[in-house]
């Protein structure tokens, strides 16, 4: 099949020429296989993570182990080696840190996280397989001026610009500060999953190095976000810190605006299934950095 | 007393060069009068203005008269004998209309609802006399791009570019839509009414003109919000449409951004007492217009 063809054949098309009808997606969220574990998920939660397209954990992390990885992330982006890093991601107005990428690789502490049985194991039942980080990354959003993220699906941008081919990843979200309603939180659509929503736009070269910052491209339109929305309503990650949200990859969310004194802390683990390791990009002439989207598919071990 | 030691006496002093301690505010939020009603808020009502600085409502207005003052906002929002009035707000970035002011002298129908006993002998029993309106507008929350509103209390800019004496003003906020936890709905520091926070900064020539979109004088320092909201905690104000917040002019408040497709709307009106009759700025060198700061103290009658 030439890559024309294969482009058209593709279910999940998108940074197209002209408004395109959101499609009914066939994979599955949960996914089986027989080697996968039968812990620590139980039946309601994968239920729960096939129909609505995420579950929460409470006390994911001990308030001990909160208090530990939120010095880290203290440590992280106090560190100077760190400073003129490329992973390394600045809020566009203050320039302090608001991510830092590939952390599995720069911090101990998050590579024996990312190798826990209560992470890689849950990784593992969902997507029926074994499986690699995708992405890691910390996020800091602080207090008073926290800016947030508009509505996206994280598939379409890694299908798009990191040549994943099917949805067959789930990322692991855990709070170390407390999640109110009001202090930035993220908000989802439950079950809006089951629907890839094409976004128009051709992406642009080294699109990734504003869109960490702030989408532009990949943005669905707000006609196909208010039908969502009218379909499956919107409900908020609301807990208190070392609680965790496991999010299908295809999942629409956001986050509105911080101007509350609490800021916002948590780790993002992206598992992918080593039976869907990236290809070429769908839409985008280069692939982005590995920082971003690694192509080292080695299934992780404890 | 001059001028320069009636300034020095004020017991609100703000807009100064350097930082200054938060003060307790001494006046009351409910003041009692001879000639005040008993109705329609009851004693618990009462008591929890005054100890939180404010208290709401549900259902004051009935769903038939939701929608009647919905129609309204939508046809004065689209009025083109409107559109080149100053007493129309737009959004900063989009042009659309934000807030449109002294509505109450624009639309028969909200005039009409300033003197509804519902709304005129509640706001007569929580100021204690005979009241007028110190401001009214409507505004407007689009959804998807809703931007909020920083930290703030109103009666510190009323005191020092209004010349508004005391803290002897109550403001009613009527919900047109549903306000839900995360659509950009007001947050409130329960009880921060009692503590007045002076701002630092000069106030500019024609301030309002750029203060209505984005506030950049008046603005409490990042450690004062953060110390208020240690002890007062933030509670968010949700709801059916129709509900309504009645808050103290110095109760410390602000709004987060909207990115669902929820939009809002509502009807804000400020009550002052006519015993607090605006006199010079505290703080400016001009009066800001008769459409954002009353000076015509005429008691409202039914």
Redesign the interface.
């Known amino acids: 099949m030439t890559r024309a063809a294969s482009a058209l054949a593709d279910p999940y098309r998108t940074r197209i020429l002209c408004p395109s009808s959101p499609v009914h997606r066939r994979d599955p969220a949960v996914w089986t296989g027989p080697g996968a574990p039968v812990r620590p998920a139980d039946a309601a939660a994968l239920t729960a993570h096939s129909a609505d397209g995420y579950h929460v954990v409470d006390e994911l992390l001990s308030p001990a182990e909160v208090q530990t990885y939120w010095n880290e992330l203290v440590r992280l982006s106090n560190d100077e080696n760190l400073a003129a890093d490329e992973r390394v991601i600045a809020e566009k107005k203050t320039g302090e840190v608001r991510s830092i990428f590939e952390v599995h690789r720069i911090s101990p502490l998050i590579a024996e996280l990312v190798r826990d049985p209560r992470v890689l194991d849950r990784a593992r039942q969902i997507l029926g397989s074994d499986v690699y980080i995708h992405q890691s990354r910390v996020n800091y959003m602080p207090?008073?001026k926290g800016t947030?993220f508009?509505?996206h699906s994280d598939f379409e941008t890694w299908h798009a610009e990191d040549g994943m081919p099917l949805p067959r990843a789930v990322s692991c979200s855990i709070a170390l500060a407390d999640n109110?309603?009001?202090n930035?939180g993220l908000?989802v659509m439950p079950g809006s999953h089951r629907t890839f929503v094409p976004c128009v736009g051709e992406t642009p070269a080294d699109n990734y190095k504003n869109s960490l910052q702030e989408q532009e491209i990949g943005v669905p339109a707000?006609r196909d976000?208010?039908r969502l929305?009218?379909v499956h309503g919107?409900k908020?990650f609301t807990g208190p810190a070392g609680s965790a949200l496991w999010f299908d990859a295809n999942l629409m969310h956001?986050?509105?605006?911080?101007?509350?004194?609490?800021p916002r802390s948590n780790i993002f683990l992206v598992f992918n299934s080593v039976e869907n390791a990236l290809v070429e990009p769908f839409a985008a002439t280069a692939a982005r950095p590995s920082f971003i989207a690694s192509r080292d598919v080695v299934p992780i071990t404890r």
Request: aromatic share 24%.
């Open positions: 207090g008073f947030g508009y509505w109110y309603a009001f930035g908000m707000e976000i208010a929305c009218g919107i908020q956001g986050s509105g605006s911080n101007i509350t004194p609490f």
